[in-house]
DNA sequence: ACATTCCTGACTAAATTGGTCAAGTATAGA
DNA sequence: TCTATACTTGACCAATTTAGTCAGGAATGT
């Protein structure tokens, strides 16, 4: 099981935008610097979290990025669904001649991912991008 | 996210062995066999498992693999742990200039899939390879 | 006009996954 | 003792995924 660093990334660059972004958008190169993040894998990540309805963008000079929702509203299951950071449980194939099909002899391990998939989105469907910024400013005191 | 074949193997693989090693040590090619799992596959987990004393091994004609503790004592994330299938976080690396270096301003995410771990740990720990039998069993009722 | 910034698709090196292959060693039973 | 069975170990490999890079374009403020 593996968490990987676009799903991170997302996390840290919205952070970055949340603390910014209150009066100004926020460009892609001011995170990639704050962050140190490469500005063409940004591109990537906030193209998704802009068809997923998490920022919008705004064009031009003085352009960039702003959350489309306050902080507390938007949860990390939020984001990581939006960078297509999903709990990909491997599943038993349904073409598999033994164990799982549909039969009286369903292999064992058949519901265990899904229970794990709901334990592990209960704990990111809590968590809120403000709850993250929280956390921080506490740690730092 | 992922969870990958190699720990959903071990379980089924190790449910199976709960199932019938009673009275006779069972040979990974009846594992093989009755599970789908490619035997040279299966060789290599259970050298995993045997190091970690999850499993015995007897060999010779009638040999094979034996739980080493009861179904109940062997515990979900023994065995994930056992054949590295780990909660893999992309940590935010130290010799990273921006971010995360010990300073006052730590990176937002550092904490989170410490916690992250914690939780889903939780979920594995609870969960016995004697209780996703019991589980299989009601299942089929 | 032109710099800035978002937008998009194509490409790629490295790592991981899910195996296969080959060559052992140990043991039980005939 | 011979032999089949089954564990033991290491090397190898194809496909996929990851974490980017590269190149070009389109919109917009100054």
């Given at each position: ?50 068809k997923n ?50 039969k009286a ?8 991912w899904d ?27």
């Amino acid at each position: 099981m593996k968490l990987t660093s676009k799903g991170r990334y997302a996390v840290m660059a919205l952070a970055d935008l949340a603390q910014f972004d209150s009066i100004n958008p926020v460009s892609l190169r001011d995170i990639s610097l704050r962050q140190g993040i490469s500005l063409d894998y940004l591109e990537q990540i906030f193209l998704k979290l802009k068809k997923n309805q998490i920022v919008k963008s705004i064009r031009g000079t003085h352009g960039g990025y702003v959350l489309s929702k306050k902080p507390n509203e938007i949860k990390l299951n939020n984001i990581f669904y939006a960078v297509d950071e999903k709990v990909k449980t491997v599943q038993c194939k349904k073409e598999s001649k033994k164990g799982c099909n549909g039969k009286a002899t369903k292999c064992v391990t058949h519901n265990l991912w899904d229970e794990l998939e709901t334990h592990i989105n209960s704990f990111f469907e809590k968590k809120s991008l403000e709850d993250l910024l929280k956390e921080n400013i506490e740690r730092r005191i």
